[in-house]
């Protein structure tokens, strides 16, 4: 399951970090070139300024990834 996302900033970065390590399941994010694992604050800032996929597993249901990411993208 992949959803697009912009990450504008550090506080998006933190903002994702949290959530994705309060979810009960796997966050990745991608960037095309980058595939890091959400719970990864360090790794996260990378992404500044770029669109990026998150990823989940397909086994997740797509009703709370969805409401995960549009709280990402807030």
């Keep these: 399951m992949t959803k697009v996302i912009d990450i504008k900033n550090k506080e998006q ?4 970090n949290e959530l994705a390590c309060k979810a009960p399941y796997e966050i990745w994010l991608n960037s ?3 595939m890091l694992d959400a719970r990864s604050l360090l790794g ?3 992404l500044i ?3 990026t ?3 989940a597993e ?4 797509p ?3 969805g409401k995960l990411v549009s ?3 807030s």
């Design 13 to 16: 970065v933190e903002k994702i």
């Design 49 to 51: 300024g770029k669109k």
């Design 53 to 55: 996929y998150v990823v």
């Design 71 to 73: 709280q990402m993208a």
């Design 63 to 65: 009703k709370s990834f």
């Design 32 to 34: 095309g070139a980058l």
């Design 44 to 46: 996260l800032f990378a």
């Design 58 to 61: 397909d086994n997740v249901d």
